[in-house]
């Protein structure tokens, strides 16, 4: 669900009926038009915005507005009105990326901003982007995309901020790159002669150009300060005598013509201000609703909020009219400042003020902006309003892009308050959940537990309860704890409301994730359908995600890889261009499936957005489990170094942060590398301390022990075929096949090898015969020779032949005596450098090690290469393996 868009944040203010005509800066302002930059800074009542609105009222190119505010601090927000406002110039801009911002992880600002720029160069037309009120951004991330949309800005578009003070942007560089112009306070103050016309003309005073002087000088041209003294100076029997006292510095000047204007309203006119100006944002029938008791009173039956706002504006009481209809309204921000603070120094009774914010949220509940409905109830100190909008309408306000503003009002809530009230605990835990804040959830789910003692056993407590449990579950998903998750989520299942779907749904979803980690792949895809009916029917977008990963991952695992890569590509549309970090489990569902196909590049690429992607979530193994995967690629393409550099990574990580779970998928890509160096006693140790079944056959293998292999292969089979583990069961047929075929049965190995081809056949499967080598090579010819499966098995020949491997068999096949294989032996110190690039050192590090020049190592490579007829190291260490050199 989508939180509304307040449109009058994209309204150009209109030009007033009487204005100052400012031409010296006009032009200044179109000199900027050829830079990527305009920065209109000074303090507040300068008439920056004035003098942008004047600018783009006589400007040929189409301009795109966006005021800001305090609240678009949240880089989400700041980027949904950002796209909004763009697509004031063209509708369609940033179309795939609204869903996203609404998401309880948006993908990081900067990608967001690199999606908008690509769509950006699209847009035929110059334009012009104007960002008003910049100064009340204080958020670093922002700055930075900022700065990177500047960096990267196409010719079309210029950008036009105004402020009070100098942002955080790299302004040094763009003036030494002329890309930038600016305009301060010095430029926007009034001339004798602009002050002249403004008092004059616009406010109708009646004075001489020495007294008008002597006020532009007390001033110093200051536009604000200029209108508050000639508003105070209306009605005033000595005007002279006025401006000779006007002196002082601005805030205190600022001050005191505030009040001065007050005071010389009617009533009925500072009632109105006063009680208003809790309002960002302001329109008739919100400011009725405000006035319903107070102003109300004091107004003629005639009056209504419109017209009031409309008679403010015409007496220029420093309201802006924010669209062209007259309909919406704000103060002046300096102004509305000061009204609040009279407010607040008029009304001794908190209750007063607090009245006023339960009458805007209620106005804003009743428009259907449930965001600012909850921001005044907050403000107002209604606890129990406050919650009860935070839990929404069948769809909690932390869904809807308020995760921020609701875990600081719950931050600022005295524990007294949420003791009262354990629902709020159990919000409090949830958005720090959604915020990716782990640590602290599970104080505070205790804290709703003991609140609960005692309380009244009703349908809501038990809401409760269940909700409890639901977050235990979540958090249980995180450690890959599939006990707790199932008794938790059994729990919260047993105590939810059954019209409470969000969190009923994203209980489903944990229950497969359970499931899946106990091998019931049934169970857990029938949990993950369930989740995806459900939460596409509430659109619930994480969840829909997460439980389409799910079914990704069970159709993966039963070996239908082609429907599998649609399911995760599936992922990569719903997670955006940028992507939601979770993306990471579709990058790496599609990495292992391009491998598998042997589209080595393109599981480069999956593999390395996996790991991009998975470190921007707080304290995830995902990482790791993309770091393993990098491993096997890299081995793969023959660097060994290469992947045992990266899995020590990943071991130090895992162990770093306590990742029990890919404690033995770390150490299964350990063995790998391991057997690649030739170290088979490691390797050996690591399989069999971490009860690697598969590994320990492998190694078995390595050590040219086929018994031992087959008395671990056999049962393994049969498990996997009792489970219906089908990826694991084709892992271990195909190893099988191997193992036979080494100890001599071949008429057992080919039948084994007819039963895993027919399984890998409708996927695919590419690497699973490929990465066993020449061995395997070999028993596939003996397999071809027999007409068995001639399409599949010529493809699988030629992926092997492509490897190099062809003209290493065709070598051992050609007549050689057994004891002297090769035309010529290699010599000792050969046999010692041959011995060092199996364990993956590079030919520096050889040096390094033999204390022999680089230059003779890479001499006694070349003498290895052909005296074993290879080209690469990899087929070097497979030849000398084959022939027992190693």
Same mark, same amino acid.
């Given at each position: 669900?989508?939180?509304?868009?307040?449109?009058?944040?994209?309204?150009?203010?209109?030009?007033?009926?009487?204005?100052?005509?400012?031409?010296?800066?006009?032009?200044?302002?179109?000199?900027?038009?050829?830079?990527?930059?305009?920065?209109?800074?000074?303090?507040?009542?300068?008439?920056?915005?004035?003098?942008?609105?004047?600018?783009?009222?006589?400007?040929?190119? /189409?301009?795109?507005?966006?005021?800001?505010?305090?609240?678009?601090?949240?880089?989400?927000?700041?980027?949904?009105?950002?796209?909004?406002?763009?697509?004031?110039?063209?509708?369609?801009?940033?179309?795939?990326?609204?869903?996203? $911002?609404?998401?309880?992880?948006? /993908?990081?600002?900067?990608?967001?901003?690199?999606?908008?720029?690509?769509?950006?160069?699209?847009? /035929?037309?110059?334009?012009?982007?104007?960002?008003?009120?910049?100064?009340?951004?204080?958020?670093?991330?922002?700055?930075?995309?900022?700065?990177?949309?500047?960096?990267?800005?196409?010719?079309?578009?210029?950008?036009?901020?105004?402020? #009070?003070?100098?942002? #955080?942007?790299?302004?040094?560089?763009?003036?030494?790159?002329?890309?930038?112009?600016?305009?301060?306070?010095?430029?926007?103050?009034?001339?004798?002669?602009?002050?002249?016309?403004?008092?004059?003309?616009?406010?109708?005073?009646?004075?001489?150009?020495?007294?008008?002087?002597?006020?532009?000088?007390?001033?110093?041209?200051?536009?604000?300060?200029?209108?508050?003294?000639?508003?105070?100076?209306?009605?005033?029997?000595?005007?002279?005598?006025?401006?000779?006292?006007?002196?002082?510095?601005?805030?205190?000047?600022?001050?005191?013509?505030?009040?001065?204007?007050?005071?010389?309203?009617?009533?009925?006119?500072?009632?109105?201000?006063?009680?208003?100006?809790?309002?960002?944002?302001?329109?008739?029938?919100?400011?009725?609703?405000?006035?319903?008791?107070?102003?109300?009173?004091?107004?003629?039956?005639?009056?209504?909020?419109?017209?009031?706002?409309?008679?403010?504006?015409?007496?220029?009481?420093?309201?802006?009219?924010?669209?062209?209809?007259?309909?919406?309204?704000?103060?002046?921000?300096?102004?509305?400042?000061?009204?609040?603070?009279?407010?607040?120094?008029?009304?001794?009774?908190?209750?007063?003020?607090?009245?006023?914010?339960?009458?805007?949220?209620?106005?804003?509940?009743?428009?259907?902006?449930?965001?600012?409905?909850?921001?005044?109830?907050?403000?107002?100190?209604?606890?129990?309003?406050?919650?009860?909008?935070?839990?929404?309408?069948?769809?909690?306000?932390?869904? #809807?892009?308020?995760?921020?503003?609701?875990?600081?009002?719950?931050?600022?809530?005295?524990?007294?308050?949420?003791?009262?009230?354990?629902?709020?605990?159990?919000?409090?835990?949830?958005?720090?959940?959604?915020?990716?804040?782990?640590?602290?959830?599970?104080?505070?789910?205790?804290?709703?537990?003991?609140?609960?003692?005692?309380?009244?056993?009703?349908?809501?407590?038990?809401?409760?309860?269940?909700?409890?449990?639901?977050?235990?579950?979540?958090?249980?998903?995180?450690?890959?704890?599939?006990?707790?998750?199932?008794?938790?989520?059994?729990?919260?299942?047993?105590?939810?409301?059954?019209?409470?779907?969000?969190?009923?749904?994203?209980?489903?979803?944990?229950?497969?994730?359970?499931?899946?980690?106990?091998?019931?792949?049934?169970?857990?895809?029938?949990?993950?359908?369930?989740?995806?009916?459900?939460?596409?029917?509430?659109?619930?977008?994480?969840?829909?995600?997460?439980?389409?990963?799910?079914?990704?991952?069970?159709?993966?695992?039963?070996?239908?890889?082609?429907?599998?890569?649609?399911?995760?590509?599936?992922?990569?549309?719903?997670?955006?261009?940028?992507?939601?970090?979770?993306?990471?489990?579709?990058?790496?569902?599609?990495?292992?499936?391009?491998?598998?196909?042997?589209?080595?590049?393109?599981?480069?690429?999956?593999?390395?957005?996996?790991?991009?992607?998975?470190?921007?979530?707080?304290?995830?193994?995902?990482?790791?489990?993309?770091?393993?995967?990098?491993?096997?690629?890299? $081995?793969?393409?023959?660097?060994?170094?290469?992947?045992?550099?990266?899995?020590?990574?990943?071991?130090?990580?895992? #162990?770093?942060?306590?990742?029990?779970?890919?404690?033995?998928?770390?150490?299964?890509?350990?063995?790998?590398?391991?057997?690649?160096?030739?170290?088979?006693?490691?390797?050996?140790?690591?399989?069999?301390?971490?009860?690697?079944?598969?590994?320990?056959?492998?190694?078995?293998?390595?050590?040219?022990?086929?018994?031992?292999?087959?008395?671990?292969?056999?049962?393994?089979?049969?498990?996997?075929?009792?489970?219906?583990?089908?990826?694991?069961?084709?892992?271990?047929?195909?190893?099988?096949?191997?193992?036979?075929?080494?100890?001599?049965?071949?008429?057992?190995?080919?039948?084994?090898?007819?039963?895993?081809?027919?399984?890998?056949?409708?996927?695919?499967?590419?690497?699973?015969?490929?990465?066993?080598?020449?061995?395997?090579?070999?028993?596939?010819?003996?397999?071809?020779?027999?007409?068995?499966?001639?399409?599949?098995?010529?493809?699988?020949?030629?992926?092997?032949?492509?490897?190099?491997?062809?003209?290493?068999?065709?070598?051992?096949?050609?007549?050689?005596?057994?004891?002297?294989?090769?035309?010529?032996?290699?010599?000792?110190?050969?046999?010692?450098?041959?011995?060092?690039?199996?364990?993956?050192?590079?030919?520096?590090?050889?040096?390094?090690?033999?204390?022999?020049?680089?230059?003779?190592?890479?001499?006694?490579?070349?003498?290895?290469?052909?005296?074993?007829?290879?080209?690469?190291?990899?087929?070097?260490?497979?030849?000398?393996?084959?022939?027992?050199?190693?």
């Amino acid at each position: 669900m989508s939180a509304p868009i307040l449109s009058t944040k994209l309204y150009i203010p209109p030009l007033r009926s009487k204005l100052v005509l400012r031409p010296r800066l006009i032009e200044r302002l179109n000199e900027g038009m050829h830079r990527k930059l305009t920065l209109i800074s000074a303090s507040a009542g300068y008439g920056k915005t004035t003098l942008v609105s004047e600018w783009l009222a006589g400007c040929s190119q /189409p301009a795109a507005w966006l005021s800001l505010e305090e609240g678009d601090n949240r880089p989400a927000r700041f980027l949904t009105y950002l796209f909004a406002a763009l697509r004031t110039i063209a509708p369609n801009i940033g179309e795939g990326l609204f869903g996203l $911002l609404q998401s309880p992880q948006p /993908p990081p600002i900067e990608s967001m901003i690199t999606a908008l720029l690509n769509e950006i160069t699209a847009i /035929p037309d110059n334009f012009v982007l104007v960002l008003d009120d910049y100064h009340v951004i204080d958020a670093r991330p922002i700055d930075n995309a900022v700065a990177f949309l500047l960096e990267h800005m196409p010719q079309q578009m210029h950008l036009v901020i105004t402020t #009070r003070e100098d942002p #955080r942007l790299p302004l040094a560089r763009l003036r030494v790159r002329d890309q930038l112009i600016e305009v301060r306070a010095a430029d926007l103050r009034f001339t004798s002669s602009e002050a002249a016309e403004f008092l004059v003309q616009v406010m109708g005073l009646s004075l001489s150009s020495e007294k008008i002087a002597l006020l532009e000088s007390r001033t110093e041209g200051w536009v604000a300060g200029l209108q508050l003294a000639a508003l105070s100076m209306q009605g005033q029997q000595d005007p002279a005598r006025f401006i000779q006292a006007f002196t002082g510095s601005h805030h205190f000047v600022l001050d005191y013509l505030a009040q001065e204007v007050l005071e010389q309203q009617s009533e009925s006119i500072q009632t109105f201000l006063l009680h208003t100006s809790i309002l960002d944002r302001l329109c008739g029938p919100l400011c009725d609703a405000v006035l319903r008791k107070g102003a109300q009173e004091h107004l003629t039956p005639s009056t209504s909020g419109q017209e009031t706002l409309e008679y403010l504006e015409q007496a220029n009481l420093f309201v802006v009219p924010l669209d062209n209809e007259r309909r919406w309204y704000r103060y002046h921000h300096l102004f509305a400042d000061l009204l609040r603070k009279q407010l607040h120094q008029s009304t001794d009774d908190e209750r007063v003020t607090a009245e006023l914010h339960i009458r805007a949220s209620i106005w804003y509940e009743d428009n259907g902006l449930a965001i600012e409905a909850f921001h005044h109830a907050a403000a107002a100190k209604d606890v129990p309003r406050a919650a009860r909008l935070i839990e929404g309408e069948g769809m909690p306000l932390l869904f #809807r892009g308020a995760v921020t503003p609701v875990l600081n009002w719950l931050d600022s809530m005295p524990h007294e308050e949420l003791d009262a009230r354990p629902s709020l605990w159990v919000m409090y835990a949830s958005a720090l959940l959604m915020a990716g804040q782990m640590t602290d959830v599970e104080h505070k789910l205790q804290a709703a537990e003991k609140a609960l003692q005692g309380a009244k056993q009703d349908d809501k407590t038990y809401d409760l309860i269940g909700h409890i449990a639901a977050i235990h579950a979540t958090l249980a998903v995180s450690k890959h704890q599939a006990e707790t998750i199932i008794a938790e989520s059994r729990r919260a299942l047993e105590y939810l409301r059954p019209d409470n779907l969000p969190v009923r749904t994203a209980t489903t979803w944990a229950l497969g994730y359970a499931y899946q980690l106990q091998g019931d792949r049934a169970a857990a895809g029938k949990a993950y359908a369930e989740a995806l009916s459900i939460s596409q029917m509430i659109g619930h977008v994480m969840i829909t995600i997460l439980a389409t990963l799910g079914l990704g991952n069970t159709q993966e695992a039963e070996n239908q890889l082609y429907v599998a890569a649609e399911t995760y590509r599936s992922v990569l549309k719903m997670a955006g261009d940028p992507p939601l970090p979770v993306a990471c489990e579709a990058h790496l569902g599609l990495a292992r499936i391009c491998y598998e196909w042997n589209d080595l590049d393109a599981a480069m690429h999956h593999g390395q957005q996996t790991v991009r992607l998975a470190k921007q979530f707080e304290h995830t193994d995902r990482v790791v489990a993309g770091e393993v995967f990098l491993t096997r690629l890299k $081995l793969a393409q023959g660097d060994v170094s290469g992947a045992a550099a990266i899995i020590a990574k990943a071991d130090h990580y895992a #162990r770093r942060q306590q990742f029990v779970h890919q404690f033995p998928h770390v150490a299964a890509a350990q063995v790998f590398v391991l057997l690649c160096q030739g170290n088979l006693a490691a390797a050996a140790h690591l399989a069999q301390k971490h009860e690697l079944h598969i590994s320990q056959a492998r190694v078995h293998l390595a050590q040219g022990d086929t018994s031992a292999a087959l008395a671990v292969l056999g049962p393994l089979r049969g498990q996997a075929e009792a489970m219906s583990l089908e990826d694991e069961r084709l892992k271990i047929m195909v190893l099988l096949a191997f193992a036979l075929h080494a100890h001599g049965d071949k008429v057992e190995a080919v039948q084994t090898l007819r039963d895993a081809l027919t399984m890998a056949e409708p996927g695919g499967f590419i690497r699973t015969f490929v990465d066993e080598g020449i061995s395997m090579y070999k028993l596939l010819r003996e397999a071809a020779a027999l007409g068995m499966m001639p399409d599949y098995l010529g493809k699988l020949l030629a992926e092997f032949e492509a490897e190099g491997l062809k003209s290493e068999v065709e070598s051992d096949q050609r007549p050689a005596q057994p004891t002297k294989p090769l035309i010529e032996p290699l010599s000792e110190r050969e046999l010692e450098v041959l011995h060092l690039i199996a364990q993956g050192l590079s030919n520096r590090e050889i040096s390094e090690r033999l204390f022999i020049a680089l230059p003779t190592v890479k001499g006694h490579n070349r003498t290895i290469f052909d005296k074993l007829q290879v080209k690469r190291r990899t087929e070097a260490v497979a030849r000398a393996r084959m022939l027992g050199l190693l």
